[in-house]
């Protein structure tokens, strides 16, 4: 598996008589790493990874000035390394990870050469070593998925183990993969109420292999979090800046995947995180007052369902009314559209080329009075609907479209699933935009939106 | 139609027998302000709209402890202000003003109390005084309509104008509703090359009525940059901040409408400002270097086709696989997948609740078998589609999809509706994810992702 390194790397390996196992030396741009050589499966070929003595595992870029050496005759058996005891400590707190997929706990099987989940306590502490001294890990695998194939079937599974186990464990960390992450956190907080203990939603947006992994700040910040503070519900603990200063919890329904490889990817959206955790400073910081406290004698309500036609439809110049209509033909029970600005959709007459716009009105129309609960949203993703301000909005208004409030499109999708899988429709238009799960804020706090760059 | 104002404030205008017209003076806050008192057609009926003597409409919310009295005797009759003359200065550049609609140049009509466009040079010199300094003033009404209900036809007309146009003036703004505006300017680059003059696309977030107004300062910011630099080509001229500061000049490729409401909801994406421009300071700071030049010499190269059977779909959990099949019946030529991460869709077959996902790939497969190009950007509108790190981005791209590399989802979508309507299928292939007007960056810049907050 060394042939998976760069040509350069290979040849410098052979010189130095360095094999997979092989305790080495690389001293690059002035700093030294000593550790396992291990095998490379994917990703960077230039960069080579170690395995550390504090049990971490380092990508380290190669480049031409760096120097390589190996240090001790012996290999050692990758295949048998790691074999750790555990041990229940009864002072500490226990922790269930739920692994669902992604690549915040996969790691090199030494065997097929693949990239594979680790889910075994003694796997993650050996992956995590910090973990142990924070708490008792128990774990368990939901699903070895990527979360883009996540449906709310798996969210429901999610919901349905956490109100299992809440009672029994003083904090759930969810290892999941990020793509829809938000959608899960969002299908969470609703499914599940009452929490008694702190659910941490987790990611990783590189992958163990790579010098800029994150998985390991990630569960460890959120592990902190669930012992230190008085915290219960459901948040997602990632990277908050691009370097490893610290996490941020964020609020399961106002947090969005804003990046597609950043490590700080989520973003608060109109709303502050709830928190802020230290990596490596003793440091957890409130910016948020209101949330639940943990009450180890609060009972969980789970009200788990969902209703599965519901869409999500982002309207644009050119889009196609026949999608619309499909959603009319096929009964739709709830539909959230992605309009633009303030909330606006294209249903305005001008002049030759806007003459399906009446359609467009029409057909919302129908959907509405076929009993659909059509909600807007904004496709800007930051700020609130205003659909007061212009003939437009009020005109939507009056064809039975509900304002989402401050809603980003995703949160008001999974919301609108989940209430119509769980009250009638006339509840639904009610508690649709009112706030219930920290969903939606009342007054929009100006330094919620990212500054301009 | 003082009756519009609160009533409160209409019971100090009957006690200081205040009427529309009056001259009046607004001590609030420590502030003097004295004007004609405008009248209240819509909005907050709380602030006093005054004609100032520089011309300027302002808004002033009322406070209780505010001082209101009449100044003058006589009132004014608005109906007659503000007729001047306008005379061509030879030693000053000439600017056309071309007008779709939007707030940015709408001000209350005094016969009939509704908001109409300002179209013609007069008007728009007496709402935005400070242009006649700094240019002549041409104008043309291309449209009154609200932008969410414009179609590439429009967009089309636009590019028509500006070709036609751009060799008789030393430069153009388009004045336009922000709600589509970042979907009309990347249409624009598209459709016109090689640009001899500067074409700066203006909106505005609030109505001019309102103390907040943004009209004015993004008019005048566009006209100033215009007028004072070598800049050629379309940009997008917006409020850089939220006050008054300055303005930035956006590529208008890569910009987008990111808040419902802020007057800086324009953010540049995966991308820096080419510039911005000090309002009140006499200053305009390059952000970038590489823009097209000033060159009277140079001839425009108008393509102006584009294909309407291009579609943008987001994928996300439990989307419905009907919609990606209605655009596979509905021979499609052109679909952009908004798909989640780095450009993933719900591929994979896991469980008994992804059996559905292999009829995705497959249902992509014969979009592409039979001629579509489909092209993938990502949901996270940050970043860059990397479709060689995991296996579903492998698999798509196997199935035929391309990877659209930074563009986000409304520029790629604006992007292969021109191609297929100018271009072959496989010319379109080739040049999707090549750059062609600064649509697409070849590195990213860490810079220009928003600071989370």
Redesign the interface.
Known sequence: MESNYSEKIQKIFKNENIDVGSMIQIISNGQAFEGLLMPRVS?DKNSIILKLKNGYNIGIEFNSSAKIKRLEEKSVDLGKFEKKKLEHDPKKPTILILHTGGTVASKVDYRTGGVVASFEPKELISLFPELQNIANIRSKLI?????????????QILAREVAEECHNVDGIIIAH????LH??SA?LAFMIENLPIPVMMIGSQRSSDRASADAGMNIICAAKFITETDFAGVAICMH???NDTYC?IFNPCKT???????R??F??IND??YARVWYKEDKIEFLKKDYLRKDKNRTIILKDGFE?K???L???????L??LK?FEK?KYKGLVL???????????E??E??KI?KDTLNTIKKLTKNGCVVVMA?Q???????MNV?S?GRDLQEAGVIPGEDMHP?TA?AKL?WLLGNFSKEETKKMIAKNLRGEINERSE????????
């Open positions: 990703g699903r070895k998925m990527f979360s883009e194939d996540m449906r709310f079937e798996h969210f993969g990020t793509d829809t959608y899960s299908a908050g800046s691009s941020n969005r995947k804003m990046h597609t490889s950043r700080d990817a973003q608060s502050m995180p599965n519901v869409g999500l982002k309207v644009y110049p050119g889009f196609d026949g999608i499909y096929s992605e309009g633009t600005g303030l909330g606006h959709a294209p249903i305005n001008i002049d080329f806007t716009n904004s800007t993703i930051y700020g609130r609907v205003g212009y437009t995703e999708y699933k100006p330094r919620t939106f990212p500054p301009s760059i």
